[in-house]
Structure formats: C-alpha cells, structure tokens
C-alpha cells in the first residue's frame, strides 16, 4: 500500500502541479514504475577488537523507481530504497526522492546522494562493500535537494543542498554543494567544491574534492583527493585540529578489483581491499573481498577483514498504467 501510494500520489502531483504552471497537458498513459528487490548474505570474519566470524546481512534492499510523462520532455519522477533488516522487515530508508526530469535538467529532493558524490567521490566508490570509508560525504543525506544538467556530450554540472531547520542554530541551509563533470571516450574528470554552515559549537567550513578514471580496455584505474578544513574535520573526528586531507587510489581488471585509501590524520588511517565478483546467473553472483583497516583511533591496532557474499536480486515487476 505505501509504495502504491509513493507511486500514484507523489508522483502524481508533481506532474499535475508542473503542468499547471507550464500549461501542459499531463500524458496519463504513460505512468511507469518498476519494483525489484536484492538480498545480500554472507560470512565475515573480523580479527579486531576480537576474532569473529558471523552470517551478516550486506545491504539487502527493495526498490521501487517511477516516471510519469508530463509532456514530450518532461518527466515526474520518483525513487524509493528500503533497507532489509533479518529481523524488523523493511527497517530504514536508503534513498528516496521525488524530482522533475526535462531539457531544463534534473531536479530532485529527499534523501540521495551529494552532487559532490555523483561526480567525484564515485569514481573510486568501486567495492562491493569495502570502499568509501576515510572519504566524506560517501552517505545519502536527509532533505537534500539537487540539481544537474548535461551540457553536450561531454560536461555536466550539478549542485545540492541539504535543508534542515531541526539543528540547534535553526540555520535552513545545512550544507551547500557545486560539483562538475567531463567525460571523454576513455577519460573522466569530476571535481567539486561544498559549503558546511555553523552548528552549535562547530563553526562553518569548506572543503574540495578532485577525481578521475580512465579506462584502459581491460584495465581501468581511478583517483580521487579530499580536502576538508579543520572546522569540517572537527565535526567527523573528535580532538581533530587541523585540515583534512583523503587520498583514494582504485583499479579494476576484469572482474577483479583493489582498493587503496590513506588520510592524514593523527593515526594516519588507511585501509586497503581487494575483491573479485563471480557471476553466477543473470540473477546471482558472489564476492569475495579481503581488507585491512587501520582506523583513526588511539590504541587499536588494524583489523584484517574477510567477507564472501551472496547476492540474489529478484526479476523487476514493471508496471504501466492508462
């Protein structure tokens, strides 16, 4: 009933709505969804602070995406990703938005990723499981509204913003982000700048981040360098007093693939993983990866970690209706 309702009235009403201001006619012959789902079990062995091996649950999720024609270039459209809990069901919210889709962009609102994410962080956010963890900004936010276009065949752009008026400064504006992208045959740039207002005792920062990848053929490598100032790494890292800096490095043959990522700070965190993807159906595959990570904690010596994961995604149910 509630993903129904997600699709006939959200989406619904925003067509509707933008209709009204453009004096468009809305198409009701052309409500699309699609719902599919993706369970992820495996063992996991962990050495630090003590050795455990445990079947955990790795991300399973339900989604449900769908578009409504408003005209013949504009499209309302909606995304909705639920996490799957072994015990409580569908327990958290992963992704879900609402947006607009034409020749003017794309805009959407609700909990997603940064534009700084989309464009740049991405690019070496490569793992199965282990990747993306110095790097900030690797989660979806809450009330985050985005913008991107695309400009020819080879530039975009975008922005975001995160809204939020339940902080203790009652500041609107949470956190501001531009971020653009080039992408050649063989060669692609992302870079991106982020604005972080003042919260309670944390003043307002600013902070950068720059990224390529290249494919190769059969190999494909990638970078990517982060910089927070120390008002914006005060935030993630307790006692932290000065600027942050991440530096990621990536590569992928076939369906191997390794990851390297080191941070500056005063335990000079790193972590590294290397994974391998078999596929197994059209609908099933397996992966295995192995990591060691040093955290940035006084005291705690770097973990060895091993997981192997079984992935099954159910067949989409596609749904139209006139």
């Known amino acids: 009933m509630f993903i129904k309702r997600f699709r006939y009235c959200t989406i619904a009403v925003l067509a509707s709505a933008l209709a009204v201001f453009t004096g468009a006619p809305v198409n009701a012959q052309s409500l699309e969804g699609k719902l599919d789902a993706s369970l992820r079990f495996g063992l996991e062995l962990n050495t630090e602070p ?7 649950n790795f991300g399973s999720r339900v989604r449900y995406s769908g578009s409504s024609a408003i005209n013949s270039s504009t499209a309302a459209i909606g995304y ?3 996490g799957v809990d072994d015990s409580e069901g569908l327990e958290t919210t992963r992704e879900g938005w609402i947006g607009l889709d034409g020749n003017f962009g794309k805009i959407t609102v609700g909990t997603q990723y940064s534009a700084l994410y989309d464009f740049a ?6 793992a199965n499981w282990g990747s993306c963890l110095l790097q900030l900004g690797c989660g979806r936010s809450t009330s985050t509204a985005k913008y991107s276009n695309q400009i020819g065949d080879s530039l975009s752009f ?3 913003a995160r809204i939020d008026d339940t902080d203790v400064d009652d500041s609107l504006l949470e956190e501001l982000g531009f971020a653009v992208g080039f992408g050649g045959s063989n060669l692609e740039l992302g870079a991106g700048l982020v604005y972080a207002s003042k919260e309670g005792l944390s003043k307002a920062g600013f902070g950068f981040e720059v990224a390529a990848s290249m494919d190769l053929g059969s190999l494909q490598v990638a970078a990517d360098f982060q910089y927070s100032d120390k008002n914006i790494s005060a935030r993630v890292t307790q006692g932290a007093t000065k600027a ?7 590569t992928t043959v076939g369906n191997a693939y390794g990851v390297f990522s080191i941070a500056n700070l005063d335990n000079t965190p790193f972590y590294i993983t290397g994974g391998y993807t078999f596929n197994l159906s059209k609908n099933a595959y397996l992966y295995t990866e192995l990591q060691a990570n040093q955290p940035d904690l006084d005291n705690v010596d770097a973990s060895l970690e091993a997981r192997s994961v079984f992935v099954y995604t159910f067949d989409g149910i596609r749904t139209t209706s006139n």
């Open 121 to 126: 962080t991405s690019k070496t956010d490569i």
């Open 80 to 82: 909705l990703e639920l």
């Open 158 to 160: 975008g922005a975001s």
């Open 50 to 56: 003590d050795t455990v091996l445990g079947l955990n």
């Open 244 to 250: 942050r800096t991440v530096l990621t490095l990536t």
